[in-house]
């Protein structure tokens, strides 16, 4: 499977996924934008409330946060927006 994380988030990542008692895996061979939106999708069809580390931009791409937020609000969501003073992307 590949992910595009940094060695050390990749680890980190492993170990949280360790931790899970069930884990859903969407059916993509690789990452790219039309997994991540469906992955938003997944998320944001699961939850009543929602909170997203965004800066409040437009997606770099599509299935970006901005569009789990925008996909969210349209289906009714709480959504709670976490960024951080100072922080850039």
């Known amino acids: 499977m590949t992910h595009r994380f940094s060695a050390d988030d990749l ?3 492993e170990n949280l996924l ?3 008692s069930s884990i859903e ?4 061979a ?3 934008e039309a997994a991540f939106m469906a992955a938003g999708e997944a998320v944001v069809g699961r939850c009543q ?3 997203a580390v965004w800066d409040g931009l ?4 599509l299935g970006g946060t901005a569009d789990a937020v925008a996909m969210a609000r349209e ?3 709480t959504v709670i927006v976490v960024w951080p003073t100072g922080v850039t992307r």
């Open 25 to 28: 895996v969407l059916d993509f």
């Open 49 to 51: 409330v929602v909170i």
């Open 75 to 77: 289906l009714g969501r």
């Open 11 to 13: 680890s980190e990542y």
């Open 30 to 32: 690789a990452p790219s």
């Open 58 to 61: 437009p997606a770099a791409g």
């Open 18 to 20: 360790a931790l899970c």
